[in-house]
C-alpha cells in the first residue's frame, strides 16, 4: 500500500516569497511522483512529475521539487511566487511496477494563498 | 482538441438512490480513471477502464460500477447510496503511449446525498 502526507493543508505567502509545498510518502515498491495544481474553477491539472533520472524536475512557471529516495520526500519549491500561483496543489504518487497508469494516490492537498 | 467532460455538473440524491455520472475523454485518449473526492481531501481511486474493462480498482465497494464504451466515454454508477458518498467525482482519461500518471481531469460532478 502506498500512501502521501501533504505536511502543510495551508500556505499563506506575500507576493515575490519563496514558498515550500511539503510532501513524503510511504511505499514498499518504486514510484513515480507527481505534483498536480488545481486553479479556482478548473480541473486538476499535471505540474511536474519524476520517472527517472535526474532529482531534481521542473515545470515551465518557475517550479521545481526534488526526490529525496532516502527522506521519502518530493516538496515543491518556487523562489518567488506570484498572484496567479493561488490554487490547491496536490502531491501523488504511482507505482512505477504498475500497469494502471491512470492510479495515483494522491495527498490531501495544500491550499497556497499569495497575498499582494 | 476537446478536453475531459463531465456531466452533470451537480446533483442532489437521496440515501438509498442510484446514480449515473458521465464522462467524456479527451480526444485520442483510450483510458478513464475515476476519482472520488471528499470535502477537504486529495482524490482517492476507484477505478481504471481501459479497451471497455476494468483495469485497476481501489478501495470500493461493488456498489461502484463503471462501464466504457467503444468511443472511450465512461460512466460511473453508485447503487444504495450513502451519506459519506457525498463528494466531487472526478474523471480523468490519458492515452496510450502517454505519460504514467499525466491524467487529463474535467471539472468534476459534485453529489450530495441528503
Known amino acids: 500500500a502506498q500512501s502521501v502526507t501533504q505536511l502543510d493543508s495551508q500556505v499563506p505567502v506575500f507576493e515575490e516569497a519563496p514558498v515550500e509545498l511539503r510532501c513524503n510518502y510511504s511505499s514498499s515498491v518504486s514510484v513515480y511522483l507527481f505534483w498536480y495544481v488545481q486553479y479556482p474553477n478548473q480541473g486538476l491539472q499535471l505540474l511536474l512529475k519524476?520517472?527517472?533520472?535526474?532529482?531534481l524536475v521542473e515545470s515551465i512557471n518557475g517550479f521545481e521539487a526534488e526526490f529525496n529516495k532516502s527522506q521519502t520526500s518530493f516538496h515543491l519549491r518556487k523562489p518567488s511566487v506570484h498572484i496567479s500561483d493561488t490554487a490547491e496543489y496536490f502531491c501523488?504518487?504511482?507505482?512505477?511496477?504498475?500497469?494502471?497508469?491512470?492510479?495515483?494516490?494522491f495527498g490531501q492537498g495544500t491550499i497556497l494563498t499569495v497575498h499582494p | 482538441e476537446t478536453g475531459v467532460t463531465q456531466s452533470p455538473t451537480h446533483l442532489i440524491k437521496t440515501r438509498g438512490q442510484q446514480v449515473t455520472l458521465r464522462c467524456s475523454s479527451q480526444?485520442?485518449?483510450?483510458?478513464v480513471s475515476w476519482y472520488q473526492q471528499a470535502l477537504g481531501q486529495g482524490p482517492q481511486f476507484i477505478f481504471q477502464y481501459y479497451r471497455e474493462e476494468e483495469n485497476g480498482r481501489g478501495n470500493f465497494p461493488p456498489r461502484f460500477s463503471g462501464l466504457q464504451f467503444p468511443n472511450y466515454s465512461s460512466e460511473l454508477n453508485v447503487n444504495a447510496l450513502e451519506l459519506d458518498d457525498s463528494a466531487l467525482y472526478l474523471c480523468?482519461?490519458?492515452?496510450?503511449?502517454?505519460?504514467?500518471?499525466?491524467?487529463?481531469f474535467g471539472e468534476g460532478s459534485r453529489l450530495t446525498v441528503l
Open positions: 480526444s485520442g485518449h483510450n483510458t
Open positions: 501523488a504518487v504511482m507505482n512505477a511496477g504498475g500497469t494502471s497508469y491512470g492510479k495515483l494516490t
Open positions: 480523468a482519461s490519458s492515452g496510450t503511449g502517454g505519460i504514467p500518471g499525466e491524467l487529463f
Open positions: 519524476y520517472l527517472s533520472g535526474s532529482t
